[in-house]
C-alpha cells in the first residue's frame, strides 16, 4: 500500500474535519526519525504535537510498557485504584512549582485536564466566570472551544459556546500589545462585563502554544497573582503544550517567581501514551465531591508506567539542561536566517520551545503565505515542521529532546535553506 492509495481510503472514509498535514502514512519511528510506508524518513521537528519530547519509542518507555502489560491494562482507578497512579501524583506534587499541601487528579486528554480544571476553580469558588487570552489553545470540547481565543478552525461552526467566559489580550511586543493594555482590558471587564466577585478562575498558558509561542512577560504573570489574590480568583496555568522540560524546566511556571493555584499537563507526560492531569493546592483540589471527577480511562495503567518513564528519562538524561542548548543553537541559526530572509520577523520562546513569526517586509503585516512556503520547502527536503499563530504566520519547532546532535545540525541546515528566497 503507497501513500496516494491510503489517502484517498482516508478521504473515503474519513471526515474532513478532521484535519490532517502530510499526505504521507506513518509506517515506523525511532527517537526523532518517522519512517512512512514507501520507506521515506523524516525528521521530526512536530514531535506529535509536542507529545514527544522523550523522542519515538524510547527504550524505557516500551520496557515500562511491556512490563504493565503483563500486569493488567485497565481496572478504571475509581473501582480499583493502583499504586503507579497514586505514586505518580507524589512525584507530580513533589515537581510542580506551586506552594504548599498538593494534590494530582489524572485524566487522559489535555482539553479533559482543562475541563476539570475549570470545574475545580468553580466548585471552590462557587462562582461562574472564567477570563481567558485572545491567541489562547485550551481544546476542542465545548468548554474549552469556549476558552480558546481564536475563531478559526477551532470555533468555526460551532457556537453557541458555554457562557460567562471572557477574553482579554495576550502581550505582544511585535504586535504592539503592552501588559499594561491587557491588564487595562481587565479592568474594563470587571466595570462593563462582570464583577470579580464572580470570577472563578483567570486561565492562561504561559507560553502560548497554538498561539504562537508568545511567552508571558514577569510583570503579567504577577499582576495575574495580585488580581488572583485581591478578588479571591483562582490562577489556573495551562501547561499542557510546555510542560515536561520543552522550556528547559520541568515546567514553564519555574521560570517565574509567582506561583499558581492550579496547572494543567498533558502531551509530553506520557510519552506519546494518553494521559493528562490537575496539580494544584489541596484545598482548592478537594472541593469536588467524590464522584465530581474522573472518567472511565483516567489515569490509565498503561499512560501511567510510560509517564514513570517518562520522569526517569527527563531526571537521568538531563533533557532541561538539554532544551536550554538544542534551543540556544537554534536560536543561533534562526538569527542568521534573518540576514536572507526579512520576512522572519521575531524569534522567540524558551528553551526548546521555539518559534520563528514571518511578516511581510514591506508592510509589517502578517504572512501565512511565507510560512506555509518554508514549511513546504523543508518538507521536500524531509524536516517536518508545524505552523501556528492566530493569523497562521508562524512555525514551531518541537523536535524531540532527545534527538541526536547530528540529526539536529542536519534540520538546522534544511531550515536555512528553507528560509532562502
Same mark, same amino acid.
Given at each position: ?69 503483563? $500486569? ?23 515537581? $510542580? ?61 460551532? *457556537? ?109 507526560? $506520557? *510519552? ?88 511581510? $517586509? ?29 493569523? *497562521? ?29
Amino acid at each position: 500500500m503507497n501513500n496516494n492509495q491510503l489517502q484517498q481510503r482516508r478521504l473515503d472514509a474519513t471526515p474532513r474535519g478532521v484535519g490532517v498535514m502530510c499526505n504521507f502514512y506513518a509506517s515506523s519511528a525511532e527517537n526523532s526519525t518517522l519512517t512512512d510506508v514507501e520507506g521515506n524518513r523524516y525528521i521530526d521537528f512536530a514531535a506529535g504535537i509536542a507529545v514527544l519530547n522523550t523522542g519515538h519509542r524510547h527504550p524505557r518507555i516500551v520496557q515500562a510498557l511491556e512490563n504493565q502489560l503483563k $500486569a493488567f491494562t485497565h481496572t478504571a482507578y475509581q473501582i480499583v485504584p493502583y499504586e503507579s497512579y497514586v505514586s505518580l501524583a507524589e512525584k507530580i506534587n513533589a515537581a $510542580a512549582p506551586l506552594k504548599g499541601p498538593l494534590k494530582t487528579a489524572f485524566f487522559s486528554t489535555g482539553a479533559e485536564a482543562v475541563e476539570n480544571a475549570i470545574k475545580i476553580a468553580r466548585a471552590h469558588t462557587g462562582r461562574p466566570g472564567v477570563i481567558a487570552f485572545g491567541g489562547g489553545f485550551h481544546g476542542r470540547t465545548y468548554m474549552t472551544m469556549a476558552l480558546t481565543g481564536k475563531v478559526a478552525p477551532y470555533k468555526k461552526g460551532f *457556537g453557541p459556546f458555554p457562557g460567562s467566559v471572557f477574553h482579554v489580550p495576550y502581550p505582544s511586543e511585535l504586535h504592539h500589545i503592552s501588559t499594561a493594555d491587557t491588564l487595562t482590558a481587565i479592568e474594563r471587564l470587571f466595570k462593563a462585563d462582570i464583577d470579580p466577585t464572580q470570577v472563578a478562575a483567570i486561565i492562561f498558558e504561559p507560553v502560548q502554544g497554538e498561539g504562537g509561542f508568545n511567552v508571558a512577560p514577569r510583570e503579567l504573570v504577577a499582576a495575574i497573582r495580585r488580581l488572583c489574590d485581591e478578588h479571591g480568583i483562582v490562577m489556573i496555568a495551562d501547561e499542557v503544550q510546555s510542560g515536561f522540560a520543552r522550556t528547559g524546566k520541568m515546567f514553564a511556571m519555574d521560570h517565574y517567581a509567582d506561583q499558581p493555584d492550579l496547572m494543567t499537563m498533558a502531551k509530553s507526560l $506520557a *510519552g506519546g501514551m494518553p494521559l493528562s492531569g490537575v496539580v494544584g493546592k489541596a484545598d482548592i483540589m478537594d472541593a469536588p465531591a467524590p464522584g465530581g471527577l474522573g472518567g472511565t480511562y483516567a489515569g490509565n495503567p498503561m499512560a501511567v508506567a510510560a509517564a514513570h518513564a517518562v520522569l526517569d528519562i527527563i531526571k537521568d538524561e538531563k533533557l532541561c539542561q538539554r532544551a536550554d542548548a538544542l534551543g540556544e543553537r537554534l536560536r543561533l541559526t534562526l538569527t542568521d536566517c534573518r540576514e536572507h530572509c526579512p520576512e522572519l520577523a521575531e524569534v522567540r520562546g524558551l528553551g526548546s520551545m521555539i518559534a520563528a513569526e514571518f511578516c511581510d $517586509a514591506q508592510t509589517g503585516a502578517p504572512s501565512a503565505a511565507t510560512a506555509q512556503r518554508i514549511q513546504k520547502a523543508a518538507l521536500e527536503q524531509g524536516l517536518l515542521l508545524l505552523t501556528c499563530g492566530q493569523y *497562521g504566520n508562524v512555525i514551531r519547532f518541537l523536535y524531540p529532546l532527545t534527538i541526536p546532535d547530528e540529526q539536529f545540525d542536519a534540520a538546522l541546515k534544511i531550515i536555512a535553506s528553507a528560509t532562502r528566497p
